[in-house]
């Protein structure tokens, strides 16, 4: 059988949405267009994809098997139009990075120095982004990198992805203050009792249930705010452990280490980007400044240990 990818797209399209007038306006087809399209494509597979009323219309059994596999078609076809535009044209003249709240700004700051370096007339763009709402962005194309959290992304349809490494973290209070002098055997029952700060990137990841202790919770989208919210006294907060690296925040935060937490609570880091020659070059760059900001985080912890 040789389907065309207008029906594919028909297909996906129309079970996603639930709805063929909905589907039409996506597609920019008349609703009784993209009718006639799905009606072909039953014709050619022999079984019926969608039960029609009057005012629904629900996929069969057998459009929820196809319609991975359809969806998967579809999305291939995606990236090598993507692809093959890249071929055709020349360089970038601006890329935008997404990442998740809490990655440490002198990451990002290693990452557009290095940018500097290799591309001097590159503009860049960082904005901050849900893994999902970088999926998205990347595939229509607002944003050509993203710095993901949780798990790799290896596995979806159509992206490149790197593996960086995995974040800590640790539970922070400020210094010197009762939460910090509280012996190791104790501290696990303070975290549960005393106001928790929660950044919104780790619930949005799927984090919640790994990273809640306390009922009284507060959720707070910015690194940088629950950081100034925690050195006031105002909670303790899950934050990464790398900002041990920072002498601003040594100087007012310390992390807990309890009896019940053997080490911190680690997630994997990934570079993702959708596959195209144009960001080939770009990506070795924010690589080797990943690189060269892990290394020096290392030789950091590495003297602070033997102090």
Same mark, same amino acid.
């Given at each position: ?130 893994? =999902?709402?970088?999926? *998205?962005?990347?595939?229509?194309? !607002?944003?050509?990198?993203? $710095? ?5 992304? &290896? @596995? ?84 990464? =452990?790398?900002?041990? *690296?920072?002498?601003?925040?040594? !100087?007012?935060?310390?992390? $807990? ?5 053997? &080490? @911190? ?43």
């Amino acid at each position: 059988m040789n389907f065309s990818i207008e029906q594919l797209q028909a297909f996906v399209t129309v079970y996603e949405l639930r709805s063929l007038s909905k589907a039409g306006i996506k597609l920019n087809r008349h609703r009784t267009t993209v009718g006639q399209v799905i009606s072909n494509l039953e014709d050619m597979v022999a079984v019926q994809l969608f039960e029609r009323t009057s005012r629904s219309i629900e996929p069969t059994e057998e459009a929820h098997v196809l319609y991975y596999y359809a969806k998967q078609s579809v999305e291939q076809t995606r990236v090598f139009d993507k692809v093959a535009m890249s071929l055709a044209y020349g360089g970038l003249e601006e890329v935008t990075i997404a990442y998740p709240s809490f990655i440490p700004h002198n990451l990002l700051f290693f990452i557009r120095a290095q940018l500097g370096k290799d591309f001097p007339m590159l503009r860049a763009n960082f904005v901050v982004r849900s893994n =999902k709402a970088a999926e *998205e962005g990347m595939h229509e194309g !607002d944003i050509h990198f993203s $710095l993901m959290l949780g798990h790799s992304r &290896s @596995g979806i349809q159509g992206f490149d992805s790197v593996f960086i490494g995995h974040m800590e973290f640790l539970p922070f209070v400020r210094k010197g203050s009762p939460m910090s002098q509280v012996p190791p055997n104790e501290v696990f029952g303070e975290l549960k009792t005393n106001r928790q700060l929660l950044l919104r990137s780790l619930v949005e990841e799927g984090f919640k249930d790994k990273v809640v202790y306390s009922a009284d919770v507060e959720e707070y989208d910015q690194l940088a705010l629950v950081i100034k919210m925690v050195k006031e006294g105002i909670g303790w907060a899950w934050l990464p =452990k790398v900002l041990n *690296e920072s002498e601003f925040v040594t !100087d007012s935060l310390e992390p $807990l280490i309890f009896d019940e937490l053997k &080490s @911190g609570m680690k997630c994997s880091i990934s570079l993702v980007s959708l596959p195209s020659k144009q960001v080939l070059d770009v990506k070795k760059s924010i690589v080797v400044a990943i690189d060269e900001y892990v290394a020096r985080y290392r030789r950091l912890q590495d003297t602070s240990n033997q102090l």
